[in-house]
Structure formats: structure tokens, C-alpha cells
């Protein structure tokens, strides 16, 4: 069932599943107290997903299955867009929708950005300048590549706790999406992970693009519903704040060096 991502709370999942609210009662408590501040709660969930499970990314040896989560196939599906979601994108807003299913939470971001695709799909393209560009991600290294298929190590760091994963994308700018797996054939931290970027010339705006950023995931372990969600649409936010803002600021570069004559500031200097 499709639901808007600011639309899922917890106190709905708890109602819905009495069962599995009694196995963790005691950790339901902790989360009641901890709720009024989200980030003390997405801290005391990430203490204890990270010492109940055990991590061992290793490049030498494959990931323990082929894939849980259907991967996006081929061009992603055409969104269509009801005009309070046009009018949030033409305020500078991103809106975010969410698909939960029992393998993970699916989500969808949609944004609007003064660059081009070309200028878009630079940014997301440059894998080793995402530890500068994107929050958390302290090394990011290709590791292989052949054509659209390009193969990425990621680490992730978020406060204390650290995550290695494989990412493999079918990278296809000209044909308007790259989509993305792990790649199976190395051990990563994170179970499964699939999702796309897709990058259109805006509809109404010359030079702009529409960003749309898609990822499902599944952590290792026991990782309740209600934060996986909230990491999902933080995950969704994140993606799409960073290529704004890199891909507005490399444009407005480009325009200044136009004006310019080519020159920077500091060439007059």
C-alpha cells in the first residue's frame, strides 16, 4: 500500500501488530520515553542494531544470497504529479512518497534543480568526491567498470558505528536512470539494497532537471519497522538535498565563468 512517508507513525505499526509489540515490550517502553526527541531514539536503535549484529564486509567472499528485494528494471515508471506536489517542487520543497513492504521499506524523492541533467548527472556521477559531497560517507572508491556497469565500494559512518557495502549500478545518463544493486559477488554490511536515480530536462523550466531518487533497503538483523522507515525518507531527503545543492553551485559556476569570459575571480585577481 502506497502511503505518503510523513504519513506512517509508530503508534499506528504498534496497534497493527500486537504480536510483535509484546515479544519487545521492554524495548517498546525505551522507545515510548525516547520518542519525544527522534534523535535520541534513532541513537539508542542504532546502539543496539549495531552490537546484536554482527558485520563482516569482505571483498574476497560473495554476499549469502543473490538478492531479496525485486531490483528496478529497465527505465523507472513514469510519476505523475498532482499539483499540490507541483506546486511544493516550484517552492524549492522535495516530496517524498513510501512503499512498505515485508522485505523493506521502498521510498521515492522528487526534486527540482536549477542545472542541467548534464550537470546533474555530473554530480552523482563523481563517486570519488561523494566523502565531500554527501553526509556520512567516509570513503567511496570505484572499483570496477565496463560500460553502464559500474561497481562502487561505500563505507558509511554514523557516529561510532561503521557500514561497507558493494554497490553496483547500470549507469545509463543517456537513457535518462542508473539503477543499483549490491553487487552479490562480495560480502557487504547491509542484507540488501536496491534502488534508481532518474534525471528528466524539467518539464516547464529551460535548463532545469527534475531529480527522482528511489531506494529500498534491508539491514542485517532485527531493525524495527518504524525506524527503517524514518532512515528510508532521511536517506530519500539527504539524496536528493546534496545533488541541489551541488549541482546548483556547479552551474552557477559555469554561468559566472561564461559571464567572465572564461575567467574566474581569482584569474582577475
Not at 535520541?40 to 571483498?59: M, Y
Not at 570505484?142 to 549500478?169: A, M, T
Not at 534502488?195 to 531518487?213: D, N
Not at 538535498?241 to 574566474?264: F, H, M, P, Q, Y
Request: aromatic share 10%; net charge positive; hydrophobic share 35%.
Amino acid at each position: 500500500m502506497k502511503r505518503s512517508a510523513v504519513e506512517i507513525g509508530w503508534r499506528g505499526r504498534r496497534n497493527s501488530r500486537r504480536g510483535e509489540h509484546r515479544s519487545h515490550s521492554g524495548l517498546a517502553a525505551a522507545w515510548e520515553r525516547a520518542a519525544p526527541n527522534l534523535g535520541r531514539l534513532l541513537v539508542f536503535v542504532l546502539i543496539l542494531h549495531a552490537t546484536s549484529t554482527s558485520r563482516a564486509a569482505d571483498p574476497e567472499s560473495p554476499h549469502p544470497h543473490q538478492g531479496l528485494i525485486e531490483p528496478f528494471a529497465g527505465p523507472p515508471p513514469e510519476l505523475e504529479l498532482d499539483a499540490a506536489q507541483e506546486r511544493a517542487l516550484a517552492a524549492g520543497q522535495s516530496i517524498f512518497t513510501s512503499l512498505e513492504g515485508k522485505a523493506g521499506g521502498r521510498g521515492l524523492a522528487v526534486q527540482d534543480i536549477a542545472a542541467s541533467p548534464q550537470e546533474v548527472w555530473s554530480r552523482i556521477r563523481d563517486f570519488s568526491d561523494y566523502p565531500r559531497m554527501v553526509d556520512h560517507i567516509q570513503e567511496c572508491e570505484p572499483y570496477y567498470e565496463n560500460g553502464s556497469d559500474i561497481r562502487v565500494r561505500f563505507v558509511l559512518k554514523i557516529l561510532s558505528f561503521r557500514y561497507e557495502y558493494y554497490i553496483k549500478h547500470d549507469f545509463r545518463p543517456e537513457a535518462g536512470y542508473a539503477s543499483r544493486t549490491l553487487d552479490y559477488s562480495r560480502n557487504s554490511d547491509l542484507d540488501d539494497s536496491v534502488g534508481y536515480w532518474a534525471v528528466i530536462p524539467h518539464p516547464t523550466k529551460p535548463g532545469h532537471s527534475r531529480l527522482f531518487y528511489s531506494i529500498d533497503m534491508r539491514m542485517r538483523g532485527w531493525f524495527p519497522g518504524p525506524l527503517r522507515r524514518l532512515l528510508a525518507r532521511q536517506g530519500l531527503r539527504t539524496a536528493t538535498s546534496w545533488v541541489k545543492r551541488e549541482a546548483e553551485s556547479a552551474a552557477r559556476e559555469d554561468d559566472e565563468l561564461r559571464a567572465t569570459g572564461g575567467r574566474n575571480d581569482r584569474d582577475r585577481s
